[in-house]
């Protein structure tokens, strides 16, 4: 059974930073492609970042909201994925959640991510 975790959301201040954490168990990460997608209420959840597993396109794609300002990590020893989130604005205030895809590219369509996280809240308010 595949399960994904988040952590590492809250509230931190505009111009911030914070690093959410995505622990995998129950499978090996590394023919997964792992995306981030956030949500907030009333429009539909989109992707932010999302990283090739290791027999997809090999690509990483960015948001281009978030470009130059979020990056993607994995540790495939670990099953640990992880979303650095720098020079935050209030505009990313959202649930953040992580996502896997067998065998996936490294693109951000939403209806290819067959699990996912309970998500993490990141508020990013003064």
């Known amino acids: 059974q595949v399960t994904l975790v988040e952590s590492g959301g809250g509230l931190v201040q505009p111009g911030g930073s914070l690093r959410l954490s995505c622990a995998i168990s129950?499978?090996?990460?590394?023919?997964?492609?792992i995306g981030w997608f956030r949500q907030v209420p009333g429009k539909e959840r989109e992707g932010v970042s999302c990283?090739?597993?290791?027999?997809?396109?090999?690509?990483?794609y960015y948001a281009d909201s978030v470009k130059g300002r979020f990056s993607i990590s994995r540790d495939n020893a670990k099953n640990m994925v992880y979303l650095q989130l720098n020079r935050l604005k209030p505009e990313d205030t959202a649930v953040y959640y992580c996502?896997?895809?067998?065998?996936?590219?490294?693109?951000?369509?939403?209806?290819?991510?067959?699990?996912w996280g309970p998500g993490t809240q990141v508020t990013v308010s003064s």
């Open positions: 996502a896997g895809d067998w065998h996936g590219g490294g693109t951000c369509d939403l209806y290819d991510y067959d699990y």
């Open positions: 129950g499978v090996t990460m590394d023919y997964y492609a």
């Open positions: 990283s090739s597993s290791i027999d997809g396109d090999g690509n990483t």
